[in-house]
């Protein structure tokens, strides 16, 4: 059975000492709880070097917020995935709503990325979601399709299994606001339903498939609680050991 997955995304928060000593202070709820699921973190670049030393041997899984889709190069400003992996890195979020809406990737230039991240080592968390006008449009499932398919494009099953899906509804990012526990197991299907369609059964039952958008300790469980949602990638409340932890213990409750 796939174990839930509780991944923390920092973004452009925390010095070095905050980072080490939030990563330390989100260990023993991992290690409490490593049976039935996992927890990671994604600090800033800077820091994945300190933070990869405060974790080693612990429970927690490291990854990076984004990567480059060439090993090594003439690439000013960029991470690899092989310099990922080396600094201890499992995990590398790709095509998070803020790099495609901000910064302006495209399926394209994600599905390189996916793919040079599992070339690498690396498990790609694939961000996928609508924007609100999207929603408001019932544009969701187009959205979304157009997403999962075009980051996914060409991998293998074996690939696939070992991608992680998250699906972030962008209205509902460092919002407040956030879909409610059907809305989104309603998309997790859709999703789940997609990759049944191209990889067969086994692969979508293997994929975990994360909920991101304002997750906290007070609505955790009714997330994690549902069928299809199978973890849940938090942004500002994985900020603060206690609310993070408390979302790790909420998780594990709805393992139970």
């Known amino acids: 059975m796939k174990k839930m997955f509780i991944c923390g ?112 080592g690396l498990r790609p968390i694939l961000c996928v979601g609508e924007l609100l006008e999207e929603r408001e449009k019932g544009a969701t499932e187009e959205v979304v399709r157009r997403h999962v398919t075009g980051g996914l494009k060409g991998l293998s099953d074996a690939q696939v299994r070992d991608t992680v899906i998250a699906y972030e509804p962008v209205w509902a990012i460092g919002t407040g606001k956030n879909a409610t526990p059907d809305q989104a197991n309603e998309v997790h299907a859709f999703i789940r339903g997609l990759l049944r369609k191209s990889c067969g059964a086994d692969t979508a039952a293997a994929v975990r498939i994360q909920y991101g958008g304002s997750v906290k300790p007070e609505n955790a469980f009714e997330l994690m609680s549902r069928p299809e949602v199978n973890g849940a990638l938090v942004g500002g409340a994985s900020l603060k050991a206690d609310s993070f932890t408390a979302i790790i213990s909420e998780a594990a409750k709805a393992c139970r």
């Open 9 to 120: 995304n920092w973004k452009m928060h925390t010095t070095r000492a905050e980072a080490v000593a939030l990563a330390q202070a989100v260990e023993p709820a991992a290690a409490a709880n490593a049976g039935i699921l996992e927890v990671g973190v994604c600090p800033p670049f800077v820091y994945l070097l300190p933070v990869a030393e405060a974790l080693r041997a612990s429970a927690v899984s490291l990854g990076a917020q984004d990567m480059y889709f060439e090993p090594k190069g003439a690439f000013t400003g960029e991470v690899s995935g092989p310099m990922l992996v080396d600094a201890g890195c499992k995990y590398a979020i790709i095509g998070h709503s803020e790099r495609r809406h901000v910064l302006g990737e495209t399926d394209g230039l994600i599905n390189r990325k996916v793919a040079a991240a599992h070339a690498a």
